[in-house]
């Protein structure tokens, strides 16, 4: 596999296309494009991500087999049948899973995102609308180390760089079993835990990427590590 340099604007041009022309025979038509200047590229990245997280944070790897989302739509139980999407992701997840959490968090516990689509580009971290079960021990690690908690996500440094949390799905109530005026309360109506950063065009484009998304992970760590450690998965401190 070749190193990475970086995305091509081309890559942004690509998926407009797309977007515009979200049908078989225009991807097929252009699928070499696609895979030179966004599939190929994205597997190098991630790539140099995975030797990045060996310092940043050894637990979490990436994968250009397992770590890149795949372009199709699951169309299934959608109304839109549109057949590919409009960008491209990979997701960076914790090495034990797979093993000790496959029945609870199939999806890798808590991690690293990137999303690319022109216009639209931002890298994140965290966990999205995790598994009953992963929830329920995150709401109880709310309830238990609720101080830790507000360290990390109210430390002034990480709101400066990530802002709120996302607050996508969250309850209108505090969940049954917990009281209304509960000291976590607020946290508790959330169902998932997920903070990013805006990504312009310019800087997916540029070679610099992997140490700006180094910088983000990075200050992202203590927040990822909290949520992995409510859910029984613990940081390592090497790969060895």
Sequence with gaps: ???FTSFSPKALTFLRGLRKNNRKDWFEAH???YEQELKAPLAALIEEMDVHLATIAPEIVGSPRKSAFRIHRDVRFSKDK????THVAC?????DVGTRMQSEAVHGGAGFYLHVSPGECFCGGGI???PRPALHKIRDALVHDLEGWNDIVGDKAFRRRFGELDQEGMLTR???GYAADHPAAAWLRYQSFTAGAPLSDDEITSPRLPLLLARHYAAMTPFVRWLNAALGLAPR????
Excluded: E, N, T
């Design 91 to 95: 997701w960076f997840y914790h090495g």
């Design 128 to 130: 999205w609308m995790p």
């Design 174 to 176: 505090v969940p049954r």
């Design 1 to 3: 596999m070749d190193s």
């Design 31 to 33: 699928r070499a494009q």
């Design 237 to 240: 401190r090497s790969r060895l």
């Design 82 to 85: 549109s057949p590919y999407k």
